[in-house]
């Protein structure tokens, strides 16, 4: 449906009940596409994500002269692997603002003997971190014009050999070189300058590559983890429970987030995650599963002590400067908020009504908060806070404001 913008967030009145099927994982679905676009024959996709970030990974390879055929209703996508052959010699690609196409693709290109391929993204992707696998590129023979967004790309194959990155920006440049390793025309030995910006999606790399090397014809998506970290925070802000029928993969990290809620006051059994009535503030270390912090720090003021979120130094320079951006929204809200380069320290005051949530042009920012205005800070049912372009949820998850809806009216009619 249309939305409103900016949107007014309808309180709800009873506390949540209902159920919700998230969406498949973009990391997962962005990484199975090159997977797949690298196997030796047809692959079809199961349970796809079909966001702004993969609708980006499939033009893009469409670009590249792949075949890849879509299904939306049946949320499958079907891609013709070339076994490492890029089709394309030449072409232009935009990648929007998504990491996972922006980084992926320009290693993916370098496969290709003799390619000129033109890069370039958002105005947010033009100051995101990507010089450092540029870098590492280079040393297996690819000429870049520049050390950001636009750029052109010369590649020359991939001959193989030591390959050094620097990944500590963003673990995505790690997993775009892991995934064309074996393409390489001698064993490639990457090696680490630093540690990885986020571990855990480095892991999720290597384990779907193995089960891609099993040649299925056939890949199932988890549901996403990241999505659900917004309905297991809703029954802490709404009371009641909800359950959420695909939170059980088990390739993502930020599933760790769910324990964070456990201390907070969620009871999870089996797919039914429920309020127990308590909201207790919590110190956390967010490094590994970065994702998730700003549901936390969304629903902070609503805890009955100061909420510490810590190893968040990296997500400065993801689709925004979130730490900032976070303290800043916040403090809008009245809260004191302490910000670090690398946390952001929480101390509830009484919620300020009536003000707009910049977004930033954020997915997560709009359904963190969004989940927060869920919460009946007027005791009658009417909007306190609004959510500015609540549509960039379409990076991800583009019916999020109706699933939130749809979980309000079942509350109504419990």
């Known amino acids: 449906m249309s939305l409103a913008d900016p949107l007014p967030i309808i309180p ?3 506390p949540c009940t209902g159920s919700v099927t998230l969406p498949g994982s973009k990391s997962i679905t962005n990484r199975a596409l090159i997977l797949g676009a690298l196997a030796d024959g047809p692959v079809t996709l199961h349970g796809a994500l079909f966001s702004r970030d993969t609708r980006i990974m499939v033009a893009a390879l469409r670009e590249l002269g792949f075949t890849v055929e879509t299904n939306e209703q049946a949320l499958t996508i079907r891609i013709e ?18 990491g996972t196409a922006a980084r992926f693709l320009t290693a993916f290109v370098c496969l290709r003997p ?4 033109h890069f370039d993204g958002d105005e947010a992707m033009r100051a995101r971190p990507i010089g450092a696998l540029l870098d590492a590129l280079e040393s297996q023979g690819a000429k870049a014009d520049s050390r950001s967004f636009p750029f052109t790309l010369r590649t020359t194959g991939l001959p193989g050999g030591t390959i050094e990155i620097d990944p500590s920006e963003s673990s995505q440049m790690l997993s775009a070189l ?8 001698q064993p490639l030995d990457v090696r680490l300058k630093n540690a990885a910006g986020s571990k855990p999606f480095v892991e999720m790399t290597r384990r779907v590559m193995e089960q891609f090397a099993a040649k299925p014809a056939d890949y199932f998506i988890e549901g996403d983890a990241s999505a659900g970290s917004y309905f297991l925070a809703l029954p802490l802000v709404t009371g009641g429970s909800v359950t959420i029928s695909n939170y059980n993969g088990t390739l993502q990290g930020d599933r760790k987030f769910l324990e964070v809620l456990r201390d907070v006051g969620l009871k999870a059994d089996a797919s039914m995650f429920s309020a127990t009535g308590q909201r207790h503030a919590v110190d956390r270390n967010f490094r590994e599963f970065s994702d998730t912090f700003l549901t ?8 009955d002590g100061p909420t510490k979120i810590t190893g968040i130094a990296h997500t400065r320079k993801q689709e925004t400067d979130r730490v900032a951006g976070m303290a800043r929204e916040l403090t809008k809200l009245g809260q004191r908020v302490i910000e670090t380069e690398d946390s952001l320290e929480i101390h509830p005051q009484p919620l300020k009504t009536g003000q707009v949530i910049e977004t930033y ?25 609004s959510i500015k372009d609540p549509a960039c949820c379409s990076k991800t998850f583009p019916h999020f404001f109706d699933v939130l809806e749809s979980l309000r009216q079942a509350s109504l009619r419990s």
């Not at 003799?114 to 391929?117: A, C, F, N």
Request: proline letters at 6%.
């Open 114 to 117: 003799g390619g000129v391929y």
């Open 361 to 385: 042009h954020d997915h997560r920012f709009a359904m963190s908060f969004g989940v927060l205005g869920c919460h009946d800070l007027l005791g009658n049912g009417q909007p306190w806070l």
């Open 178 to 185: 892991l995934m064309i390793a074996p393409q390489a025309k």
């Open 296 to 303: 936390l720090a969304a629903i902070a003021p609503l805890l």
């Open 12 to 14: 709800f009145t009873r």
């Open 81 to 98: 692997g070339r076994n490492g052959e890029i089709p394309k010699a030449e072409a232009s690609i935009h990648v929007g603002n998504a």
